[in-house]
């Protein structure tokens, strides 16, 4: 199934990484995946078309807004 993610490029801004990378975890979760593999697999596929991702020091976690850093 197509997400965000397939929108992407290298060149895409970081919001609107960060921000197909939380839909692609809500279209997963909402595929009965847990919090931990949707977050993973997500970035993994997000990672494969923009390269690596800073998520900072502190993570990111799911809010019922999306993603938010912590």
Do not use: F, H
């Not at 919001?15 to 809500?26: H, K, L, T």
């Not at 931990?36 to 998520?55: D, F, L």
């Amino acid at each position: 199934m197509p997400t965000a993610i397939d929108n992407l490029s290298k060149d895409s801004p970081y919001a609107d990484i960060m921000a197909a990378i939380s839909q692609c975890i809500q279209q997963e979760i909402d595929n009965g995946r847990s919090q931990e593999q949707a977050t993973a697999i997500c970035y993994s596929m997000a990672e494969k078309i923009v390269g690596p991702i800073s998520r900072g020091s502190k993570g990111v976690r799911l809010t019922s807004s999306g993603m938010e850093e912590i």
